[in-house]
């Protein structure tokens, strides 16, 4: 499988009050076509701000280091036309339906408007492409749904018709950021199957970007974990949780209450998730780590592979097995 | 277990908004120490629930008594509204919106201690110091505004602030939902030291199966207004009955799970 999408040592810094703040430090991944990756991280990790600089929608007067390569074009070069299509091709959902659509525009309007401006799709077939589309997401009557307005639909059907939305670009990567996380358990399942389906169907490829592991583990074949705005794992999904390699990624599964039993006590992680640029030298991890020792925080750590993963730890080998269960008490 | 246990209690409550029940005859017990959820989707009545037990909606129908005394109609004196308020008290969602930006922790805890406990300014200091160390902030972070503080911290001082009054009932309405993952367990470690210590109630309002089960001990599964299962939270979640309840639990994600679409599922139930 070649790679559709390649990150390479990607540093993104944004112009804030204070002058320039860095949020992502030398972050390389890849997904290859039809690949579902997940990204999970807490606040600040700089999961989002990975997925914007894909998508070239970082804010003005952002910097960018490294590369980025979507099916061997370079995207941080793009610009005009050019950028244009590139966002065809690589679509993004977002959290929030309902900020990122006009209220005061039908979603016929929303739903056609990139096919009539960009492909120059006369009117009629735009508006039948889209009726397709929310049939494709399992939205009935869509005829009906094209003539009415966002505020009279669910978030969770407005969430469908943003799905819908961004697959009509026929994008072949799909930056889905928190897509469900606002939405109801039956809702999220319902639009987690058609992401599913979407991908078989079309082998797209897919950046799923949660705070929920277990999600990322039930529908993504591989999960990279970031803290501080660095990767500090990528690892097959399913393994994440039953043999995690870095500390943090053990202390997060660990920390979540688990639906099946009760715990006496949950172990959670000591201190506040830290942005890259309030992160000391050294780990970035090493402050709230049960394992850290001095080594550990005196030089930066680098990413290494170890059995069919990557992981940013030097201890790695020597901790493998043991960071998950008693770790933190 | 005798009457003087149970510290809330509802009765045949319901809400109606226009022609829309949001509550339907609901009743429940709750005795001291223990903590209930209630459990359900967007437009299931559960926050109408809490917002009626603490006095932001007026029921319909159906009483609530807290503490002994009936607070099913809105109070005309003073001291009842501030005796009610003492004994009852909320943590909304989102901490962000539920501070005033303008004032510090301290400040905050300070002026619900002066309004319903009154006491000299060192009796309410020391006060405020203890509260502080129960949700575990220091002195730096509790003298720090609120837009200095992280998303987790600032719930800590909204529960501090809410612990304030001294309540025998504490409503967490989602109060937990908007935090990370490290963040949530912290405070989830420390409700439940909370109610250890203090003898506390908990309603848990809440859509998150797995935070239910950490805290609670008995659970109400709401689907459009009405409670359609209840029960021991464990035996609940482990042995679902309900059709309803059923298909929320399969719903979330874990090993092994697949998101199957709705009428797959309707199948599969």
Known sequence: ?329 | MSESDIVLSVSGLRKVFGTQVAVDDMNFELPAGKSLAIVGESGSGKTTVARMIVGLEKPTAGTIIACGRDRSKPSRKGAERKLRGREVQIVFQDPYSSLDPRQTGADLVDEVLRVHHGGSSADRAKRVADLAALVGLDQRQMNAMPKALSGGQRQRVAIARALATDPRVLILDESVAALDVSIQAQVLNVLADIRDQQGISYVLISHDLAVVRQLTDEALVMQRGVVVERGVTSELLDNPQHPYTKLLRASVPGPGWTPQRARERAAAV
């Open chain 1, 1 to 329: 499988m070649s790679d559709l999408l390649t990150v390479t040592d990607l540093t993104v810094r944004l112009k804030m009050d204070s002058g320039m703040r860095e949020v992502i430090t030398g972050t390389s991944l890849s997904i290859a076509a039809g690949e579902a990756m997940g990204l999970v991280g807490e606040s600040g990790s700089g999961k989002s701000m990975t997925a914007k600089a894909i998508a070239r929608l970082l804010p003005d007067g952002a910097e960018t280091l490294g590369s980025v390569v979507f099916d061997g074009v370079d995207v941080l070069a793009l610009s005009g036309d050019e950028l244009r299509e590139h966002r065809a091709q690589v679509a993004v959902v977002f959290q929030d339906p309902r900020a990122h659509i006009n209220p005061v525009r039908r979603i016929d309007d929303f739903m056609t408007e990139s096919l009539r401006t960009l492909r120059n799709v006369p009117k009629g077939d735009a508006r039948a492409r889209a009726a397709t589309a929310l049939e494709e997401v399992g939205i009935d009557d869509p005829a009906k749904r094209l003539r009415q307005y966002p505020h009279e639909l669910s978030g969770g059907m407005l969430q469908r018709v943003m799905i819908a939305t961004a697959l009509l670009s026929e994008p072949r990567l799909l930056l889905a950021d928190e897509c469900t996380t606002a939405l109801d358990v039956t809702t999220q399942a319902e639009v987690m199957a058609i992401l599913d389906d979407l991908r078989r169907d079309r082998g797209l490829s897919m950046l799923f970007i949660t705070h929920d592991l277990e999600l990322a583990g039930a529908v993504c074949d591989r999960t990279t974990v970031m803290y501080a705005g660095q990767v500090v794992e990528t690892r097959a999904a399913s393994l994440l949780h039953s043999d995690p390699l870095h500390p943090y990624s053990a202390a997060l599964v660990d920390a979540r209450p688990s639906i099946a039993s009760t715990a006496d006590r949950l172990r959670a992680i000591p201190g506040r998730p830290l942005s890259a640029f309030e992160s000391p030298s050294g780990c970035r991890f090493a402050p709230r780590c049960s394992f850290a020792q001095d080594a550990c925080r005196e030089h930066d750590q680098v990413i290494t592979e170890l059995d069919g993963g990557f992981v940013r730890c030097e201890r790695a080998i020597e901790l493998r097995g043991k960071v998950r269960e008693g770790a933190h008490v």
